[in-house]
């Protein structure tokens, strides 16, 4: 999903989230096991202003340390949250069918929090999950990222010394990448009415 439609967008840019959030269920963590599986939300700064925290997937049969995905959302950096339905599906299934040990974050959302904030948060996550004694049952030696901006925050990470944690590889979902040259994909993409060319540019 990108930009939402112009009827959502006050005429000061913003967001009128109240009418988005209306159409953007968000399903609780599944506190109690289900298809071998558990959810919890976890905060990583207690600023409320800053709102960052993530959902914490578990598979609960593992017999073996599991690969760590480190999810970012979609939205265009302007809707949705860790916790939105679709997000939150795919998470469930990512962690389940691989398995893996997922981290699915909430990062903060234009354009009441500018751009690169929203990397900001992310590689501040990373830096949690290395620090933090919950990934215990997750091999941090094994980590990917996930989802269109994991590119931009691998650069980040790539510079960074953790202790434990290094990123290995990156799942590139609709990674957004543009070039000089239209790619056959952009060329059928053209006229669609949610992410076009025109829109991804």
Not at 4 to 17: K, V
């Amino acid at each position: 999903m990108d930009s939402p439609p112009l009827r959502l967008r006050r005429s000061n840019l913003t967001i009128n989230r109240r009418l988005f959030n209306l159409f953007d269920y968000k399903p609780s963590p599944l506190t109690k096991p289900h298809k071998n599986l558990k959810s919890s939300d976890v905060v990583v700064v207690a600023d409320p202003s800053r709102n960052l925290w993530f959902r914490l997937y578990t598979p609960t049969a593992a017999t073996t340390k599991l690969p760590i995905i480190v999810f970012f959302h979609g939205g265009g950096f302007e809707v949705m949250s860790a916790a939105s339905k679709p997000y939150d599906d795919f998470c469930q299934r990512l962690a389940g069918e691989i398995p893996a040990v997922v981290v699915s974050v909430n990062y903060r959302l234009e354009p009441e929090y500018r751009y690169p904030c929203q990397y900001d948060d992310c590689f501040d996550v990373l830096k949690f999950i290395d620090d933090s004694s919950l990934f215990e049952g997750a091999n941090l030696e094994q980590c990917f990222l996930a989802w269109n901006i994991a590119y931009h925050v691998a650069i980040r990470a790539s510079g960074h010394e953790f202790r434990d944690l290094k990123v290995v590889g990156i799942l590139a979902i609709q990674p957004f990448f543009g070039g000089e040259v239209r790619t056959e994909s952009e060329k059928r993409m053209k006229s669609m009415p949610l992410v076009n060319v025109k829109r991804t540019d």
